[in-house]
T-cell receptor
Framework: QKEVEQNSGPLSVPEGAIASLNCTYS??????FFWYRQYSGKSPELIMS????GDKEDGRFTAQLNKASQYVSLLIRDSQPSDSATYLC???????????FGKGTRLHILP | EPEVTQTPSHQVTQMGQEVILRCVPI?????FYWYRQILGQKVEFLVS????????KSEIFDDQFSVERPDGSNFTLKIRSTKLEDSAMYFC?????????????FGAGTRLSVL
């Protein structure tokens, strides 16, 4: 059974600080890794994808992947109140395969 | 920016009734998916669809469920006889061009309430 594990939170971070979100996955052959943001009652919105080991930066977001440790993380710099949401870690194994989601981490940015 | 469109946004039905949830994937996308999210739980895969046939389905996707692409634009999920436990948000997603990365774009969802 392929699993994606995340701490459910809530994770509270002061405005302007760095929020660090973590995720582990069980399927060693996973190839694609995603972070989705989900506001309450809304659909998942893709914010980052990463496919190879190392860091990938996009604006205030940095995704980090370590395939040997089966670990993915997301850093959010200069956190804003609008970043308050649930962040879903997701993985898939093949190009046309389903995405397997974690339960998500609730992030709360304190003004 | 192209988007996945789902209708209706909210569907209320009586237990035992049939419902059809509709999706218009992003134009030129080749792979289509349905996921569901029961309130407070994680997003779960239901089914994937490619080249006019189901490519994979989960154990949730039993005989009560079916999918169809009746024309070149719509992608539907039918639940034949709804149960209370089918109440959830249902998300349609589509995935882009051949040879590209598997980036799935989600529609806004249909909230299904079974009474």
């Amino acid at each position: 059974q392929k699993e994606v594990e995340q701490n459910s939170g809530p994770l509270s971070v002061p405005e302007g600080a760095i929020a660090s979100l973590n995720c582990t996955y069980s399927d060693r052959v996973s190839q694609s890794f995603f972070w989705y943001r989900q506001y309450s009652g809304k659909s998942p919105e893709l914010i980052m994808s990463i496919y190879s080991n190392g860091d990938k930066e996009d604006g205030r977001f940095t995704a980090q992947l370590n395939k040997a440790s089966q670990y993915v993380s997301l850093l959010i710099r200069d956190s804003q109140p609008s970043d308050s949401a649930t962040y879903l870690c997701a993985v898939n194994s093949n190009r046309d395969d389903k995405i397997i989601f974690g339960k998500g981490t609730r992030l709360h940015i304190l003004p | 920016e192209p988007e996945v469109t789902q209708t209706p946004s909210h569907q209320v039905t009586q237990m035992g009734q049939e419902v059809i949830l509709r999706c218009v994937p992003i134009s030129n996308h080749l792979y289509f998916y349905w996921y569901r999210q029961i309130l407070g739980q994680k997003v779960e895969f239901l089914v994937s669809f490619y080249n006019n046939e189901i490519s994979e389905k989960s154990e949730i996707f039993d005989d009560q469920f079916s999918v169809e692409r009746p024309d070149g634009s719509n992608f539907t999920l039918k639940i034949r006889s709804t149960k209370l436990e089918d109440s959830a948000m249902y998300f349609c997603a589509s995935n882009g061009l051949a040879g590209g990365p598997n980036i799935q774009y989600f529609g806004a969802g249909t909230r299904l309430s079974v009474l």
